[in-house]
């Protein structure tokens, strides 16, 4: 039965695995400080998987990705130095290794999530218009719903505990220019992992929104 699924299939299912022992591991108080360290590495598994399944990385996806991981690094770096982009806040140590003050895998985490939402809404239409407008929305909302859960496992903080709508701005103004980046560079995503794992994000923060 095993050798019937696709390479595809099982490292979709690795991921699927992962989110789910740490949702149950998080939601144990006893577990949650073995459990939060991971989350670096959960990060890095879910762009691993991305690039595994779409097969499609070539050196135009590569320059992509490593510009889309810059400027989504640049523009955290650059609100949690000054307060002037997002609003005030600071990281954790959750996800690990910092530079100025900013973890450097919430680049991998604009990453997955730019690509995989331009992946999603690249199924449905081909329109310039919507490729554009219609991923940062997706971002933006689900920002929306990771924001809370965040800070209560102590990824970040805000000031006076307030998430400021100007973030919410940012991330979609952010995001717009990502998109329309990766519209000039037209990658073909697998829409497989793309659903899989904005569902997956949406499935895991939605869940422990409830819980927490």
Same mark, same amino acid.
């Given at each position: 039965?095993?050798?019937?699924?696709?390479?595809?299939?099982?490292?979709?299912?690795?991921?699927?695995?992962?989110?789910?022992?740490?949702?149950?591991?998080?939601?144990?108080?006893?577990?949650?400080?073995?459990?939060?360290?991971?989350?670096?590495?959960?990060? $890095? &598994?879910?762009?691993?998987?991305?690039?595994? %399944? #779409?097969?499609? /990385?070539? !050196?135009?996806?590569?320059?992509?990705? =490593?510009?889309?991981?810059?400027?989504?690094?640049?523009?955290?770096?650059?609100?949690?130095?000054?307060?002037?982009?997002?609003?005030?806040?600071?990281?954790?140590?959750?996800?690990?290794?910092? $530079? &100025?003050?900013?973890?450097?895998?919430?680049? %991998? #985490?604009?990453? /997955?999530? !730019?690509?995989?939402?331009?992946?999603? =809404?690249?199924?449905?239409?081909?329109?310039?218009?919507?490729?554009?407008?219609?991923?940062?929305?997706?971002?933006?909302?689900?920002?929306?719903?990771?924001?809370?859960?965040?800070?209560?496992?102590?990824?970040?903080?805000?000031?006076?505990?307030?998430?400021?709508?100007?973030?919410?701005?940012?991330?979609?103004?952010?995001? =717009?220019?990502?998109?329309?980046?990766?519209?000039?560079?037209?990658?073909?995503?697998?829409?497989?992992?793309?659903?899989?794992?904005?569902?997956?994000?949406?499935?895991?923060?939605?869940?422990?929104?409830?819980?927490?």
């Amino acid at each position: 039965m095993i050798k019937n699924i696709s390479i595809e299939n099982r490292w979709i299912g690795i991921l699927l695995l992962f989110y789910f022992f740490g949702f149950i591991g998080i939601s144990i108080d006893a577990y949650k400080h073995l459990f939060l360290p991971l989350t670096p590495f959960n990060l $890095i &598994l879910t762009l691993f998987v991305f690039y595994k %399944v #779409n097969q499609d /990385f070539s !050196a135009k996806l590569y320059l992509l990705s =490593i510009l889309i991981f810059l400027i989504g690094f640049s523009v955290e770096a650059i609100g949690v130095a000054t307060g002037v982009l997002f609003g005030s806040y600071t990281y954790g140590a959750s996800f690990g290794i910092q $530079i &100025l003050d900013t973890p450097l895998v919430i680049g %991998v #985490n604009w990453l /997955f999530l !730019a690509l995989s939402s331009y992946g999603v =809404i690249q199924f449905f239409t081909k329109k310039t218009v919507f490729l554009i407008i219609l991923p940062p929305i997706l971002m933006t909302s689900l920002d929306v719903l990771v924001e809370p859960v965040a800070m209560k496992l102590g990824f970040w903080s805000w000031a006076n505990d307030i998430i400021p709508l100007q973030n919410y701005v940012m991330w979609y103004l952010t995001s =717009i220019a990502i998109h329309v980046l990766i519209h000039l560079f037209r990658p073909n995503i697998n829409p497989k992992i793309s659903f899989t794992i904005i569902g997956v994000q949406v499935s895991f923060f939605g869940a422990l929104h409830i819980l927490l």
